[in-house]
């Protein structure tokens, strides 16, 4: 048997569908004896793993570890594991063994780590826990080399497109205990329609893990997913989480066409300049098509920022985009990465007056913010990391409070990053955030909205945004949901 572990990641009730061991599981379905063991659902993991292990001849444990605190959750299972049964191999597969694979590796408690994309890697891997096959020929795969003490890390494994695998095998889980109330339904699945992003935007883990190809599902297979979803466990609407949602306009546009029928409201991410040149009608399509809102990575309001990260869109995309989304009933939803190492001073100062900005065009924006931090493959190509930034090279550094605080971009610690200035940052968003409280809090009563709103107007009106007391109490009392923190 094999069993698959989603170590917790969410408070139980931001849960979503545990899409990383469902993808694994496809590929095991009819063919392997395996189980799937949910962190977000189950109290006590550990336990239900020792108990499969007790029952049934496991043959592997693999986990799948996104960095941050669902990767201190990977660490106390395969440490309690590897104490208790050390017989058992562990694998780690996902973003945190993609791009740490050393730092994973140097665990005395993994045996693999596999990078990207993983469905292949795993029944390869089978061959070789089960003595057939040496792992050296395993693309995707690294492993501890015995005998010369060391680390060894295949080549990449290409890529294949979603059609290739079949369906996630969602009879294996109480679905119902997935589809949460959100602001796009009663219940909102979650589903992924493509892999991988063509673009290598410095801070992003995407093309660290994956490389840079994407790869489309086929419009039939999304559209049957989704009714499955919708006629089988009552979906309503579903969040695409895909890298990089829309590619080609005519693929969109075939979507949506099919999507219409469905009648589910839907959440996704996409790109400014590729947004910025769809024509009018295949947004209204969208729309139709039950598009609600899309998350945009508009990361600067400097230009030579985003040169910087080799972002690929302009400042003048993104007003185009807010504006357009405007004109066409989808919320726009504005990501920021501030702080840009080159001169994060001005960037912050040029960010929040763009934000303003966007929001004098279109208030209905929501805005994320987050401090700028690089991602070890890419960041030391701009000198931003030698010398400056040590990654850590042990899991239990990982799991500190200054490196959880990086990975979840709340205090980057980065050493270009004055206090005063992320303090500015932090400030801003706390009035931002009070001004606009995001509509995707469907809790928040509409008197706490405005008495948010009237407490913050004076402060955004005269840019005052200094010690900004009164509305961090007024945000604890009324415990405003923010979209960033959802995995706290
Ligand atoms: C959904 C999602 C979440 C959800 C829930 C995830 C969950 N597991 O429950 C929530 C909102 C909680 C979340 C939170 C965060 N996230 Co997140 N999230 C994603 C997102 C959008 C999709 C992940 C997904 O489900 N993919 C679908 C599956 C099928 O793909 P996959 O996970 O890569 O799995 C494949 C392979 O990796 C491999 N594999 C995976 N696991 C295993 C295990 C084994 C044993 C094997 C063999 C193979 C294997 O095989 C799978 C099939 O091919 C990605 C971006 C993206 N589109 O990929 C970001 C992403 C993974 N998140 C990221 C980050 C940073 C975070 C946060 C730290 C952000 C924050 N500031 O709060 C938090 C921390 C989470 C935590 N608690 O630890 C980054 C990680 C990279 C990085 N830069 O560090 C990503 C890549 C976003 C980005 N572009 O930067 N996230």
């Not at 466990?233 to 693929?251: K, L, T």
Request: include cysteine.
């Amino acid at each position: 048997m094999i069993v698959l572990v989603n170590p917790r990641a969410t408070r139980p009730k931001n849960r979503r569908l545990p899409l990383s061991v469902l993808a694994l599981g496809a590929v095991l379905e009819g063919r392997e004896e395996y189980a799937i063991v949910d962190g977000n659902v189950d109290e006590q993991p550990e336990k239900t793993v020792l108990s499969l292990i007790d029952k049934n001849p496991v043959e592997l444990l693999g986990l799948t570890v996104m960095p941050g605190p669902q990767m201190a959750a990977a660490m106390e299972i395969s440490r309690k594991i590897r104490a208790l049964r050390p017989h058992v191999p562990i694998v780690w597969g996902g973003y945190f063994p993609s791009i740490y694979a050393d730092a994973t590796l140097n665990a005395s408690y993994v045996d693999y780590a596999v990078r990207g994309q993983g469905e292949n890697t795993l029944i390869e891997l089978l061959e070789v826990v089960r003595g057939v096959r040496s792992p050296d020929s395993i693309l995707g795969l690294s492993f501890k080399d015995r005998t010369f003490g060391m680390h060894r890390h295949n080549a990449e494994r290409p890529m294949q497109g979603p059609d290739a695998f079949p369906w996630s095998p969602f009879h294996r889980l109480r679905v119902e205990q997935y589809l949460r109330p959100s602001f796009f339904g009663e219940r909102t699945a979650a589903h992924h329609a493509s892999i991988g992003c063509p673009f290598r935007c410095s801070f992003c883990g995407v093309h660290a893990a994956y490389g840079n190809r994407e790869l489309m599902e086929s419009p039939d297979r999304t559209v049957a997913i989704l009714s499955h979803l919708k006629q089988t466990y009552g979906a309503d609407s579903v969040q695409f989480y895909d890298m990089n949602f829309f590619m080609r306009e005519d693929h969109a546009r075939e979507l949506a066409e099919q999507m219409l029928p469905l009648g589910m409201k839907w959440w996704c991410e996409a790109r400014i300049d590729t947004m910025s040149r769809y024509s009018d009608a295949t947004l209204d399509l969208l729309r139709r098509a039950g598009c609600k809102m899309i998350f945009f990575g508009a990361e600067s309001g400097s230009d030579w920022a985003l040169k910087e990260m080799e972002k690929g869109i302009t400042t003048e995309q993104t007003l185009t985009v807010a504006e357009r989304m405007q004109q066409h009933g989808i919320i726009p939803e504005f990501s920021f990465v501030i702080g840009n190492p080159r001169d994060p001073e001005r960037d912050t100062r040029e960010t929040l007056a763009f934000i303003r900005k966007i929001k004098t065009l279109n208030p209905a924006s929501e805005i994320i913010m987050y401090h700028y931090t690089p991602v070890p493959q890419r960041g030391a190509m701009y000198g931003q990391i030698d010398g400056k930034i040590n990654f850590p090279a042990t899991l239990e550094e990982w799991a500190t409070k200054r490196w959880m605080d990086f990975t979840l971009r709340i205090d980057p610690n980065t050493p270009w990053l004055k206090r005063k200035t992320k303090k500015l940052i932090e400030n801003f968003e706390t009035v931002v955030a009070s001004r606009w409280p995001t509509v995707q809090d469907i809790a928040a009563p509409k008197w706490s909205r405005n008495l948010l709103r009237t407490l913050s107007a004076w402060r955004y009106w005269f840019r005052i945004y200094a010690f900004p007391h009164e509305l961090r109490l007024a945000q604890r009392f009324i415990q405003l949901r923010r979209p960033k923190q959802e995995s706290l």
